[in-house]
């Protein structure tokens, strides 16, 4: 069973920075596609980066610029560094494997982690 873990979220203020972490289990990071989503209350899930196998990085728009992706295929581990945080980050961020590097779609995510919540507020 792929197990996915996810780590490093909390309460941060506007302008903060916080680097979330997943631990992935039964699963080769260095054959998958994996990403980062996020689900405010109310609001569908939705993408927020993606690093294929080959460490080709795509972001949603919102957080170009401020969010990066990387992975340590040793460690069997993602990360999302964030950066320059705003209130409207707040979400509880998935960590997800499958075959979603292409189309961007929640429907090709074929693994999901737990969740972690982040919240930026003043």
């Known amino acids: 069973q792929v197990q996915l873990v996810e780590s490093g979220g909390g309460s941060v203020q506007p302008g903060g920075s916080l680097r979330l972490s997943c631990a992935a289990s039964?699963?080769?990071?260095?054959?998958?596609?994996m990403g980062w989503f996020r689900q405010s209350p109310g609001q569908e899930r939705e993408l927020v980066a993606t690093?294929?196998?080959?460490?080709?990085?795509r972001y949603a728009d919102s957080v170009k610029d401020r969010f990066t992706i990387s992975r340590d295929d040793d460690k069997s581990l993602l990360y999302l560094q964030m950066n320059s945080l705003k209130p409207e980050d707040t979400a509880m961020y998935y960590c997800?494997?499958?075959?979603?590097?292409?189309?961007?779609?929640?429907?090709?995510?074929?693994?999901w982690g737990q969740g972690t919540q982040v919240t930026v507020s003043s």
């Open positions: 039964r699963i080769t990071t260095r054959n998958s596609c």
């Open positions: 690093l294929s196998s080959d460490f080709r990085p």
């Open positions: 997800a494997a499958g075959w979603f590097c292409g189309s961007m779609l929640v429907t090709d995510v074929r693994y």
